[in-house]
């Protein structure tokens, strides 16, 4: 018995030394859920808008900057909410293919972490709404390859984002199920 368990003890450790890395995480900025209590309603009832025509953010760089930063986030969020643990699996799968669509509309780098992508895009959208500092430079991190003023041009003439749209309504919906079962309302 102890010569089987022996092995079978140096098998466990060997798998505990290959455990995967810790789930990714990201937090909106304060002013992202200015009057909203629920940031998670927030960023979705937004992102549900935004995303429905790409002619409600053309020409609106600062709102779609805001918009791809919340969606970037729900898409971090989402998966590890425990609050979202009865919502459907596929929407992980529908945030990653939708993920990978707005960061190469942008030229997001496709293996940056949320929160810097969260961050630069809420810096940009600031300095467009008070027309005080430099947008592009906010978005000229490695996280932004192109640099800033090309992806501040992409920003204001976003493409039709599909899948993106597809996963701010499947977020919408899934809030809405969890809801069914409780007294909350989106």
Do not use: H, K
């Not at 995480?25 to 025509?53: K, Q, Y």
Request: hydrophobic fraction near 50%.
């Amino acid at each position: 018995m102890i010569r089987t368990a022996l092995p079978l003890a140096a098998l466990l450790a060997l798998g505990a030394c290959t455990l995967p890395p810790p789930p990714e995480t990201a937090s909106l900025p304060a002013d992202a859920v200015i009057g909203a209590g629920d940031p998670l309603r927030s960023a979705v009832a937004n992102t549900s808008v935004a995303f429905s025509s790409p002619a409600l953010l053309a020409g609106r760089p600062a709102q779609a900057a805001r918009a791809v930063a919340q969606m970037e986030w729900l898409a971090v969020e989402m998966p590890t909410n425990p609050r979202l643990t009865s919502v459907s699996p596929s929407i992980i799968g529908q945030m990653t293919a939708a993920r990978a669509e707005w960061r190469a509309a942008l030229g997001i780098a496709p293996d940056a972490e949320a929160q810097p992508v969260i961050d630069s895009l809420y810096a940009a959208a600031r300095a467009l709404s008070s027309q005080q500092g430099d947008p592009a430079a906010a978005l000229s991190s490695p996280v932004f390859p192109q640099g800033g003023q090309a992806t501040l041009t992409r920003l204001a003439a976003l493409p039709s984002l599909p899948l993106t749209n597809s996963a701010a309504v499947t977020a919408t919906d899934a809030i809405r199920q969890r809801d069914s079962s409780s007294s909350l309302r989106l």
